[in-house]
């Protein structure tokens, strides 16, 4: 797998970076971020990052604030695109759909089924070439991510039990079969069959059963001040499939915080120690 590094920084030690490598998955070059902690003599545990609507790998790598705390933690931090790009990728001219938009499902329709396989590009291929490439611990990594990224955490978390250890999420679209952001998205990808909907709907995916074990605790931060709460995140929704099921959940609604990424800096630091008492064990 060639991987081409476009770019790379010291930062708290260790090193952040950006690259870039052909997809066969998505049938584009798609690009991703990682930062590789000081004074590794061994492969560490990683964080995988998936972000919001219209975000590229850049948001979170410049805006969160994560690495002083992932240096101190010994944590490798990876973060993709959010979805297939190029003059050949469909896209479309909202901002919730196409290009920026990935939604983390592999899609199923024209004519986004020949590019738009961002769960299978996460699941798989990114951590083969990341594993590749970086000094990381295989089958020892978490996921988290924001808003549309924060479902796909979820949705990952839940369906692949055997990559990711722990999960967390700020702001996760938490039922998108039920909220218009989910419904636009998923019938534009899936087709009208709401069953198939269900494979990518965290809380569908809860409600009928989790994940068949019980797993460590996920953690999930909400600003009570998020302008799409109640319309298109729905976080009760998924508290109460964990509740029905048993599966722990740490739900914190934080007053007067929205969906911005001075949200996530705030409380990144926590979410790190969250997946990093689940990694060092």
């Known amino acids: 797998m060639t991987v081409t590094t476009l770019k790379e920084h010291a930062v708290f030690g260790g090193r952040i970076g950006y690259y870039s490598h052909p997809s066969q998955v998505c049938g584009c070059t798609m ?32 805006k969160a604030g994560a690495y002083r705390v ?21 896209d479309d001219d909202a901002y919730d759909l196409g290009q920026g938009a990935g ?22 291929e990114l951590l ?22 924060g479902h796909g955490a979820l949705v990952l978390w839940q369906r692949m039990p055997g990559l990711f250890r722990s999960a967390s999420a700020f702001s996760p679209i938490c039922a998108p079969s039920q909220v218009p952001w989910g419904k636009k998205a998923f019938g534009a990808y899936l087709g ?20 068949g074990s ?7 931060d909400q600003g009570t001040a998020d302008s799409f709460l109640a319309e298109q995140l729905i976080p009760s929704a998924f508290e109460e499939a964990c509740a029905a099921v048993g599966q722990p959940l740490q739900l914190r609604m934080h007053e007067g915080f929205d969906h911005s990424y001075f949200f996530i800096a705030t409380f ?3 979410h790190l120690r969250h997946h990093a008492k689940v990694l060092r064990t």
């Open 268 to 270: 990144i630091e926590d």
């Open 103 to 124: 939604f983390y499902v592999d899609a199923t329709e024209e004519p986004w089924k020949r590019h738009f396989n961002m769960f299978s590009y996460v699941s798989d």
């Open 70 to 90: 992932a240096a101190e933690l010994g944590l490798a931090v990876v973060a993709p695109d959010t979805s297939p790009r190029g003059e050949d990728v469909p």
């Open 214 to 220: 019980m797993r460590p605790a996920i953690l999930i």
């Open 128 to 149: 083969d070439v990341v594993h590749q490439r970086f000094a990381v611990q295989m089958h020892n990594q978490s996921v988290m991510g924001h808003s549309m990224g």
């Open 192 to 211: 009208p069959d709401e069953d198939a909907w269900a494979q990518y709907d965290a809380s569908a995916l809860m409600r009928a059963g989790g994940n």
């Open 31 to 62: 690009r991703f971020s990682v930062f590789m902690p000081p004074g590794a003599t061994e492969r560490v545990p990683t964080v995988y990052w998936l972000s919001g609507l219209t975000c590229t790998e850049d948001n979170f790598t410049v």
